[in-house]
């Protein structure tokens, strides 16, 4: 008997998981846009790992006998003004997009899911501390401020990264600060004060979880913030220095050779626009998934 008893929850807990993880994976199915962004990011990520071996040039070597050479066989994508291979170049920036936008998010969720949990639970002094901060940093707008952070800092990928970082902060403390201040007046949290859990565990156990849903769909549109983010840094000078490749280094180099090699700018334009889509797409899918009210646009 008291065997049964033990093993029935596992078991319906168990039932439970593959029950949520099957119509997680009906609903993305049904939502083809979503299930699109999943498989290119999927595709990016895959080109950021792997970038060193599907190279196949060396991306900083020139070759002066094909400069600004159309594309075509021997070169898909052609080369810039240096003979350097775009496809090896476009590969290598992806890499370069995709640690940014993946560092810099993780880096703002870091810093800003503890005070916005700080703020919303404790409320009064710590509030209004972390809220008129999160406020002021609002009142630039994200690109200006992780231009004049990176300006700051100095040029360079891990500065950039930083300033980017920072500059996501503020709408994640938000985020935070409101799912706090929902879950911690329900029933169950109020049951765990009540059973003597400390704040501790009101706050990792009980809310955070909870809170989990809201912060999944936040980075999934912060990592095409920061993949725009780092374009537009190395466009200026303050991100990935030449001669490494950047998306944003590409577009700088092609500016005078936009009549005669469109090609330069076309490509590395595209590869942005594709990978901003495609997160920005598995994001709206990834809240229509956790949303409880369910249903699939």
């Not at 039932?15 to 993305?28: E, H, Q, T």
Request: charged residues 15%; without cysteine.
């Amino acid at each position: 008997m008291t065997a049964a008893v033990d093993t029935a929850p596992v078991v319906t807990a168990a039932a439970k998981s593959r029950g949520r993880a099957s119509d997680a994976w009906r609903k993305l199915r049904r939502n083809r846009l979503a299930l699109t962004g999943a498989i290119l990011g999927a595709l990016f990520v895959f080109v950021a790992v792997f970038s060193s071996l599907l190279t196949p040039y060396d991306p900083a070597q020139p070759d002066f006998d094909n400069v600004l050479a159309p594309p075509g066989w021997d070169h898909w994508l052609g080369t810039d003004d240096l003979g350097r291979d775009q496809v090896s170049r476009v590969l290598v920036g992806v890499t370069a997009s995709m640690q940014v936008g993946v560092l810099a998010v993780a880096l703002a969720f870091v810093v800003a899911v503890p005070l916005g949990l700080l703020a919303g639970y404790y409320g009064k002094f710590a509030d209004t501390v972390v809220s008129r901060l999160t406020d002021t940093m609002l009142a630039f707008p994200f690109l200006v401020l992780a231009v004049g952070l990176a300006a700051v800092l100095g040029p360079s990928l891990k500065n950039a990264t930083i300033a980017i970082g920072i500059s996501q902060i503020p709408a994640i403390v938000r985020i935070t600060r409101a799912e706090t201040l929902r879950l911690k007046h329900l029933d169950y949290v109020g049951a765990a004060v009540a059973n003597g859990g400390g704040d501790g565990t009101i706050l990792f156990r009980h809310i955070l979880p909870n809170a989990t849903s809201a912060l999944i769909v936040q980075a999934t549109v912060g990592i095409p913030a920061a993949i725009i983010g780092e374009a537009v840094l190395s466009f200026l000078g303050l991100g990935v220095q030449p001669p490494s490749p950047s998306l944003g280094v590409m577009l700088s180099s092609a500016q005078p050779f936009i009549a005669n090699a469109p090609w330069m700018a076309v490509f590395p334009g595209l590869v942005i626009v594709l990978a901003t889509l495609a997160f920005n797409l598995l994001g709206d899918g990834v809240r229509d998934i956790l949303d409880p009210r369910g249903g699939s646009r």
